[in-house]
């Protein structure tokens, strides 16, 4: 009778097992909903995206007036022309991003500074579910995000520029759709370094190297084959995306930004699997 027993309890999977895992986790969709709460909980979160917004303002507001002063000075080589209004919030995405990416970063490396990795661990036993479920509610915030930073950079812009300024409707929402694109993909790349790292410092450090120095320093240096490797990097092909202006169609662009965001959160599920809490 106690065999009985014992063999009915591991078949119902409350001694543990994957079916235990499975019902203290509620899969994919509770672990979703979980991460989902503890995001919007952390004040940091709060503090981010309503920074991100007023920085966005403020570089929208230099980066306009910097062009109606380059268009109205007596140095002809100064002059900008007119320009699109909303790829002025795009040119201010490349500093703004940084605030959304310490976002994103706090989403995994909180964790581990404060120990709740291991109460996320028990509730999600499952580790490359647990970070599934957190790029999926950071794209979630962050793609929405990233078009409200659009619209904002444009509303701010458009005064500023006047007459310097075009706007025209369809360009306007292509450019906040793919900046929320771009945040998005950003967000879950700089996830899966934040796992592989561990810390909050060097994951953004990291990513400010990877997203802004580096492209920069290959593309400063005056070679082809620096300026070709800048435009598969992440922030090169984002702008590619963004700008539609690269050696390939905007398209690529975003399916390579993706393809850099996927390696990350499966070389984040990866050290995860290989190493304790």
């Known amino acids: 009778m106690a065999a009985t027993v014992r063999a009915r309890s591991g078949r ?6 994957h079916g235990g895992a499975e019902r203290a986790g509620g899969g994919l969709p509770g672990a979703v ?28 507001l230099v980066l306009a007036s910097s062009t109606v002063s380059n268009n109205t000075n007596e140095v002809a080589s100064d002059d900008q022309g007119v320009v699109s209004v909303s ?30 990795i291991r109460s996320t661990l028990q509730w999600v036993p499952r580790r490359g579910r647990m970070l599934v ?35 025209r409707a369809v360009v306007f929402v292509d450019d906040v759709l793919q900046a929320g694109v771009y945040l998005a993909l950003v967000s879950v790349l700089v996830l899966g370094l934040g796992a592989m790292l561990r810390s909050t410092a060097g994951t953004l450090t990291t990513a400010f190297l990877f997203l802004l120095v580096v492209p920069m320093l290959l593309v400063n240096a005056g070679s082809s ?9 992440p922030s090169g092909a984002g702008r590619h995306f963004m700008s539609g202006d690269g050696p390939y169609p905007a398209g690529v662009g975003a399916a390579i930004l993706a393809a850099w965001a996927v390696a990350a959160l499966w070389g984040g599920v990866l050290v995860l699997r290989r190493r304790d809490a």
């Open 87 to 116: 790829g002025v919030a795009i040119s201010a995405l490349d500093m703004v991003q940084f605030v959304v990416v310490a976002v994103a970063i706090l989403v995994i490396t909180g964790e581990y500074a404060t120990g709740g």
């Open 12 to 17: 119902d999977g409350r001694g543990g097992g």
């Open 133 to 167: 479920a957190k790029a999926v509610v950071l794209a979630a915030v962050t793609l929405p995000a990233g078009v409200v930073l659009g619209v904002v950079g444009t509303a701010v812009a458009g005064p500023v520029l006047g007459g310097w300024g075009r706007f």
């Open 225 to 233: 084959v620096g300026r070709r490797a800048a435009d598969v990097l």
């Open 33 to 60: 909903a979980a991460e989902w709460t503890k995001l919007w909980s952390l004040r940091s979160t709060w503090w981010g995206l309503a920074s991100a917004v007023v920085l966005m303002g403020l570089m929208c």
